[in-house]
């Protein structure tokens, strides 16, 4: 062995080559794991799809102006996103940091928990935006009309996905212990979940819980996936837009600062 | 005097603390390029903490460190991407194989496409992996995963490598074939810091060893140079029950040597020294050994490193 002379002269801030490494490390974990990964992403929401839509879609034929196939075929994309990212973000992230301490590993390498809190949430994205489309896809096989907006479906998911995976990880990093998940996810995410416009049109509920969605950047998601499916609506669609870009920045820097408290001593 | 850029490690006035636990204090330690140093000490002496300040994964509380002409923390990044780390703890992804774990630490060291295969395969004969280059990591024994660990601390070529413990809980085989990977290291140019508690390993591998106690370095020199300073070239061991130990301590203190207990027996240091009218009282219950680092150690801090 002979010691290497060509070294980096400078390293930046933030190091696409970083993100890099963590993302082709996310990559080759999950292509161990991608069927046991995809099945439970894609199955999950399609048992919604089909319990709700056959369901509950046999007593109502509209909702919102749309049939119910088609109100929850676009609304539960929003709920693969969320169980594909939100989960992701807090157990594989404590688990990595906690059990495995692969952060450790890769932080003692020239990557900075910035970089690794970006690649770890822009995996988490990715898949959400391949994930998230599952159950479009299978209720297009139930009736929904294929379009060219839902080509925008996977940049939604992801954008959505990016953000809950961030929040994923801001939880990890602030929780005493696994256990406690179950708080987050009862308290947290159910009530997100289901006040989100995936099951039922929002307007039935209470005027105060009508503001109060607006901090649900589900809800955003879900009426993005809508506007893009059956017609997009250009200056709402921009504040849903900004809405989850919001979101997605304050969960960067929340994940960050969480994270780095955790890692470094 | 040196400047700290000519070292490859400088540590001047280094402090880290938890909360009330001070981890290190106070810590002034140069190292060479191309040398190896053994930073000895027991379990909570610090050294893990210096390992973990050299990478920026700890921030030290007071003090100036500079690794690789580097300061660390502002530009660690710069220094992490010439050095190798090989942890105490095995941080290995269990789930992937040998050379999957080394192409995703090729790719965060920032090997170079062209040079990626070529760098895991020479990390994977470092490691003595080669052939079991594409077995999942939990189906390799626990010495197999240690030498992958190096691999991967080694996969970028680095000028420096940090060793925390690295045959901590192994078979002595595995040591020994531990032990000449670290000393080709050696032999090559690189920069070695390995902490160890373990006494021959430090002897056996360091050109200097680092003492430290409580968080604070407490000699530093050559290992024969630090025995024959405090504990000079051989050492006298009786063995017996407690009221002839004692009566071998009070009879060695009257004449100036220095004594250490190690569990049933008294060693005195200095046995050279001893006058032959105190050797024919003690009587030949005793065997004489070469004073070690740990004679050193004992005699400067009154606990044992291992």
Known sequence: MTIATDR?????????????????????????????????????????????????????????GYSYIEFLGTGIVATAVLFSSAFAGMFQSFIRRVYQKTYDAMLATP????????????????????????????AIGFGLDPGPGMLLVPLIAFLTGFGFGLFGMWMSAIVPGIDSFNYVISAL????????????????????????????????????VRHAVFGIRPLLDLWHIAALIIFAVAMWLLATRSMRRRLID | MKG??????????????FGAIIAVAELDLDIPAGICIGLLGPNGAGKSTTMRLLTAQAIADAGEITVLGCSVPTQ?????????????????????????????????????????????????????????????VD????????????????????????????TVGLDPQ???????????????????????????????????????????????????????QYAGETVMEYFGAPDRLVEVEQLAREV??????????????????????????????????????EDVFVTLTGVSVE
């Not at chain 1, 990557?111 to 479009?136: K, N, Q, Y």
């Not at chain 2, 700290?4 to 603390?17: D, H, L, N, Q, Y």
């Not at chain 2, 630490?105 to 004969?125: D, G, H, M, T, W």
């Not at chain 2, 660990?149 to 000028?159: A, F, S």
């Open chain 2, 139 to 166: 189906k390799l024994s626990g010495g197999m995963r240690r030498r992958l660990l190096i691999g991967r601390g080694l996969v970028h070529r680095p000028r420096l490598v940090l060793l925390d413990e690295p």
């Open chain 2, 174 to 228: 595995v040591r020994q074939e531990l032990w000449s990977l670290i000393d080709d290291l050696r032999t090559q140019g690189v920069t070695v810091l390995m902490s160890t508690h373990y006494i021959e390993e430090a002897e056996r591998l360091a050109d200097d060893v680092a003492m430290m106690n409580r968080g604070r370095l407490i000699a530093r020199d050559a290992p024969g140079k630090l025995i024959s």
């Open chain 1, 8 to 64: 980096p002269t400078r390293l930046r801030w933030m190091e696409p080559s970083a993100i890099g490494g963590v993302l082709f490390h996310d990559r080759t974990i999950f292509r161990r794991y991608w069927a046991s990964t995809t099945f439970s992403s894609v199955v999950e929401p399609t048992i919604y799809l089909l319990a709700f839509g056959f369901g509950f879609g046999s007593l109502v034929a509209v909702v919102a």
């Open chain 1, 189 to 224: 995410l159910t009530p997100l979940f289901l006040v989100a416009g995936t099951f039922f049109p929002l307007d039935t509920l209470p005027d105060w819980t009508l503001v109060l969605t607006q901090f649900n950047p589900l809800y955003h998601c879900v009426e993005l």
């Open chain 1, 111 to 138: 990557v900075d928990t910035h970089e690794l809190v970006t690649g770890e949430a822009l995996w988490i994205g990715i898949r959400s935006g391949v994930f998230g489309c599952a159950p479009m896809l299978v």
């Open chain 2, 76 to 136: 660690s990044k710069q220094a992490r991407a010439q050095m190798g780390v090989v942890p105490q703890q095995d941080n290995l992804d269990v789930e992937l194989t040998a050379r999957a774990n080394l192409d995703v630490f090729a790719r965060l060291y920032r090997i170079p496409r062209r040079e990626r295969e070529a760098s895991v395969v020479r990390a994977l004969r470092i490691a003595q992996l080669t052939g079991r280059a594409d077995t999942q």
């Open chain 2, 256 to 293: 100036g040597l220095v004594t250490r207990r190690a569990g049933p027996s008294v060693s005195v240091l200095r046995a050279e020294q001893m006058p032959p009218s105190l050797l024919d009282r003690l009587g030949d219950s005793a065997a004489r050994r070469p004073a070690n680092l």
């Open chain 2, 4 to 17: 700290a850029a000519e070292f490859a490690i400088s540590m001047r006035g280094v402090t880290k603390r």
